[in-house]
């Protein structure tokens, strides 16, 4: 047992609907949550770019004496994620291989959507891992930009947000697939919106709950889980911007957060 904090870190937001996940999934366990709101978005940035951010927050990280790691964004996950593996003495997760995992098994056929920033689906990250599983796999792949200013303007069900779904989820509907992977962190909160249009018998894959799922398997099979009593204690983090950050982080937590402590990184 161990019962010191879990790292989860994010270039922004997003990454709490994957510290969401954690908490349901793991309340005993205390977390560390950064979200590097002073270089956010990281999806437009060279790889060697977002290696470097991702190296300086882990870092910090492990100097808080974290026990496990949870790189909570998609586009760090895609181009820094063993790097961090390399660099790190207790273990690092990404989102992408559970969510990989998911999608495989949620596609008796092998047809999966994967959509995202431009970085993440430019990586291929999504589609080498899948493919890995399931080399027979078709995968669609789609960047959606566009979708990311509407989740955090809280546009869940606004008419606009409907006309680009729709328009970037049209290769998707005419490719049939199976499983649609929301491979970025802010599209869980439009699972209802994109369900909708995608129709019925296409399965949405919320990396955020595959990501809970693998870290619980990886701290019991380390011997990193928490003690069981009270629940666990939570931390926000943040390189800029703390009001926006607890004004918007509000609703991807779906509880209220009312403190976040100011860090410089790098």
């Not at 999504?126 to 200013?149: E, F, K, M, N």
């Amino acid at each position: 047992m161990n019962d010191a904090p879990i790292g989860i870190f994010d270039s922004g937001i997003g990454g709490l609907t994957v510290a969401r996940a954690i908490y349901e999934r793991l309340p005993s366990e205390r977390t560390i949550y950064f979200g590097d709101t002073a270089r956010v978005p990281y999806g437009p940035k060279s790889p060697e770019t977002v290696r470097r951010y991702s190296r300086e927050i882990l870092d910090w990280l492990l100097g808080q004496g974290v026990k496990a790691v949870v790189v909570a964004c998609n586009t760090s996950t895609a181009h820094a994620l063993e790097a961090l593996r390399a660099a790190s003495p207790v273990p690092v997760l990404g989102v992408i291989e559970p969510g990989s995992r998911a999608a495989v098994a949620a596609a008796p056929r092998g047809s999966i959507g994967v959509i995202g920033t431009a970085g993440t689906i430019a990586s291929d990250a999504y589609g080498r891992a899948i493919r890995s599983l399931r080399p027979d796999a078709t995968v669609v792949q789609q960047p959606c930009p566009l979708l990311v200013p509407l989740v955090e303007e809280g546009w869940f069900e606004h008419p606009a947000s409907r006309l680009v779904a729709e328009e970037y989820l049209g290769p998707m509907r005419a490719a049939r697939v199976e499983a649609l992977v929301l491979g970025c962190t802010h599209y869980p909160l439009l699972k209802p919106l994109l369900a909708e249009v995608m129709g019925p018998g296409v399965t949405l894959v919320d990396s955020a709950e595959e990501t809970a799922r693998a870290l619980a398997e990886v701290l019991a099979e380390s011997g990193l889980a928490a003690p069981g009593g009270g629940p666990g204690t939570h931390r926000f983090v943040v390189s800029d911007d703390q009001p926006r950050f607890l004004q918007v982080g509000s609703r991807f937590l779906g509880e209220r957060l009312t403190e976040a402590e100011l860090v410089a990184v790098g």
